[in-house]
């Protein structure tokens, strides 16, 4: 079946333009999740859905990053007056609550901002 | 934000050797996750470990969640070229039920030399 798709694959824009990231979760998935991966690190946390309920925003890491998430199912990042330490790969992942120790988060393949 | 302080950062080995690595954090975790992350690619669940001094094995690869519940390690054995890659640790905050958010390590880069 489909995975988490992310688009664009790449993005390069100039420092202060808003830039918007889609992800397309797993069908059915009721979580999705979004992470920041910058160069040579480890992925970072920056925002969480779960169904209706209010998102967890704790690692947004300023207010020009936000997100939605329509209908339960694709999301949106936006980045707005983008800097040039925005600059990473951002990641998202779905997931299927099925009440076990740990429900298996999927990753898209990430959108790659560049900013100039 | 935090991240696990994971070692080595790299590693360079020939087709058969066995890997280890390790994952270290200040604080406990309840479940600690391995995964790997090739070029171009999101990354992909190996192991997850729910239990202290768990150990796991799936194939060539074993895991160990430490009894102090802020480290672990993953080990692989006869190294295959597939099994180049980066390496990452993670563990699974569980304050908030439901909220699978993950803290990751900084990642181990595997390299096979010919």
């Known amino acids: 079946g489909a995975g988490v798709s992310q688009s664009p694959s790449n993005k390069v824009t100039e420092k202060g333009k808003d830039v918007e990231l889609r992800c397309d979760p797993i069908?059915?998935?009721?979580?999705l999740y979004w992470y920041r991966q910058s160069l040579g690190q480890g992925l970072e946390f920056l925002i969480y859905?779960?169904?209706?309920?209010?998102?967890?925003k704790s690692g947004l890491p300023s207010d020009r990053f936000s997100a939605e998430r329509t209908g339960g199912s694709v999301s949106t990042l936006t980045i707005q007056r983008t800097q040039q330490e925005d600059s990473a790969v951002y990641l998202c992942?779905?997931?299927?609550?099925?009440?076990?120790?740990?429900?298996?988060?999927?990753f898209g393949p990430g959108t790659r901002l560049t900013v100039l | 934000g935090q991240q696990l302080n994971q070692s080595p950062q790299s590693m360079f080995i020939q087709e058969g050797e066995d890997v280890s690595m390790n994952c270290t954090s200040s604080?406990?975790?309840?479940?600690w996750l391995w995964y790997k992350q090739d070029p171009g690619e999101g990354p992909v669940l190996l192991i997850a470990?729910?239990?202290?001094?768990e150990l796991t094995s799936n194939g060539r690869l074993t895991a160990q969640f430490g009894i102090t519940r802020k480290d672990s390690f993953l080990n692989i054995s006869a190294s295959i070229p597939s099994d180049v890659g980066i390496y990452f640790c993670?563990?699974?905050?569980?304050?908030?039920?439901?909220?699978?958010?993950?803290?990751f390590g900084t990642g181990t880069r595997l390299t096979i030399i010919p």
């Open positions: 992942a779905s997931s299927l609550w099925l009440g076990l120790p740990y429900n298996e988060q999927f």
């Open positions: 069908s059915g998935h009721t979580a």
């Open positions: 859905f779960q169904g209706n309920s209010a998102p967890d």
């Open positions: 604080s406990i975790f309840n479940t």
């Open positions: 470990l729910y239990k202290a001094g």
């Open positions: 993670a563990g699974r905050d569980d304050q908030n039920f439901g909220n699978e958010k993950l803290t």
